[in-house]
């Protein structure tokens, strides 16, 4: 799988005298090579030799290409499956069928669960799920993004339709697929489909006692029948605090013993079955909070989840396009010349106003002026100039904020803005137009992700992701700009 690294090196033999496989003295009558020490001798040059070949063939091991090696419970690119639309598809019996289940193969392991937050945190949650699938050998099966971010009635966005799903499956060695690859959604609600899921919720939320809400379960044809997670997967028992499971401990539920030790009463479905949690599709409610060993795990750098699949949910072709689109035409950069290198400020204050509240200070005195972004641009500049050599000019700032003064002050500064209003995207991208509500909050992540700095809001997520990116894509830099409620202790610059 890539991602990861072959880190401990073969010792070199050491085949002076001193050796084991050499007499450490010896008289010339012992060198006859009819004598016995000569037979003795030989045949420790023989299992040398024999030495030799094992480590040679154990140093191409583990030096081939991931993609070469077979990891068992992987169904393999290299399938007898005849499948033009794409290799990731061999894991799947065909094209989408009226029911799931006719859809999986038998020689394949499934898992899957489902999001309900804002979209940074979404992609965290498919992240974790491909990565629990990824240590259990199970197929990942991801659902739509739900654009809560920006109100009720925006459609639901496929997975593909902002992440490159085929680069993304090449790279972690494990096929990756959307729900509409498995079962055929334009008759999904004609054939409702059983199944029993666990709810890791309900386990890890002290206060709310029931599973996360699936709000797709209608329309995907599913009543899904929940068995409450036993109440050791919650990495710290019996705090409502921490939210947060082991990935290891989730892992315990998707194998037939730890299945069966753990079995409780499942709850009555929508349709008012009980079924116990599925075996072959593995199911979950939720897994935001899932960590290998940290709780809010992906600032750090041992964070498997990042290292091993989101580093690899690079922007879908048309996506980066669109936002280098906006980039040239923000730089006055024409189409066949490369975009300069930029600093991108994200600087989240609209939801987070109300936390200024809660802590009797108005926006003003909370979030941070200018002057402190513009302090934490040399910041970034002397970074970027000790590194790379480089000193950029351009800064962009992307903010969910909608005061028209705030952003005139930005552009009294110099700094760059995407006008999502006079790009007019509806009218642009044609037949996407159905998903133009959360093009603005698309085009900023790619734009965050695409530069060679970032400076960030402590506690958003959004800027969490794209430092992650902006560092391991392009070995940029990425500071935060405190704010009263949430200063650097809040969450610290990428550790």
């Not at 090696?69 to 399938?79: D, K, M, N």
């Not at 939801?351 to 002026?369: H, I």
């Not at 110099?414 to 509500?437: F, I, K």
């Amino acid at each position: 799988m890539s991602g990861h690294r072959y880190a401990e090196s073969i010792d070199s033999i050491d085949a002076s005298p001193t050796t084991p496989f050499f007499p450490g003295s010896r008289d010339s009558s012992s060198q006859h090579p009819k004598g016995p020490l000569w037979r003795r001798y030989r045949q420790s040059l023989l299992l040398l030799a024999v030495f030799s070949l094992l480590s040679l063939t154990s140093f191409v091991l583990y030096t081939l290409p991931d993609a070469q090696l077979q990891v068992p419970g992987r169904t393999s690119f290299g399938s007898t499956f005849n499948d033009p639309r794409s290799p990731r598809l061999r894991a799947l019996v065909g094209p989408p069928t009226v029911r799931f289940r006719d859809n999986l193969r038998n020689d394949t392991k499934y898992i899957t669960s489902w999001i309900s937050a804002g979209w940074t945190n979404d992609v965290m949650t498919y992240a974790n799920l491909i990565y629990l699938g990824l240590i259990t050998g199970r197929t990942a099966i991801l659902h739509t993004f739900l654009p809560s971010h920006v109100g009720p009635g925006a459609p639901q966005i496929p997975f593909s339709d902002v992440f490159d799903i085929e680069y993304l499956s090449e790279k972690i060695g494990m096929p990756v697929l959307e729900f509409s690859d498995v079962k055929n959604m334009s008759t999904a609600s004609e054939e409702i489909e059983e199944i029993g899921c666990w709810s890791v919720w309900e386990a890890v939320e002290l206060r709310e006692g029931r599973p996360r809400p699936v709000y797709t379960e209608w329309e995907q044809g599913l009543s899904i029948s929940w068995t409450t997670a036993p109440p050791w997967v919650k990495k710290i028992p019996d705090y409502e605090h921490d939210r947060f499971a082991r990935f290891w401990d989730l892992a315990v539920l998707t194998y037939p013993k730890g299945r069966q030790e753990n079995l409780g009463t499942p709850q009555p479905s929508r349709t008012g079955a009980t079924v116990h949690p599925d075996e072959h599709l593995v199911c979950f409610d939720y897994l935001y909070y899932a960590c290998a060993s940290t709780s809010d795990e992906f600032i750090r750098e041992h964070s498997p989840a990042w290292r091993d699949v989101l580093r690899y949910f690079r922007w879908a072709p048309r996506m980066q396009e669109i936002a280098d689109g906006y980039l040239r035409r923000m730089f006055g950069v024409a189409e066949t010349d490369p975009i300069p290198p930029y600093i991108t400020i994200h600087a989240r204050r609209g939801d987070f106003g109300a936390y200024c509240g809660f802590a009797n200070l108005t926006l003003g005195d909370c979030f941070p002026t200018m002057e402190d972004y513009a302090r934490g641009i040399v910041g970034i500049r002397k970074e970027l100039e000790q590194r790379l050599g480089i000193s950029p000019k351009h800064i962009v700032m992307v903010s969910d904020e909608k005061d028209s003064i705030w952003w005139e002050v930005v552009r009294i500064m110099g700094w760059y803005t995407p006008d999502h209003e006079a790009e007019q995207t509806v009218e642009r991208y044609g037949a996407w137009r159905v998903s133009v509500r959360m093009y603005p909050v698309f085009i900023d992540a790619v734009i965050q992700s695409s530069g060679v700095g970032l400076l960030g809001s402590p506690g958003s997520t959004m800027s969490i992701i794209a430092g992650r990116r902006v560092i391991d894509w392009h070995g940029g830099a990425y500071h935060n700009v405190p704010w009263k409620v949430c200063s650097f202790s809040c969450w610290k610059n990428l550790s």
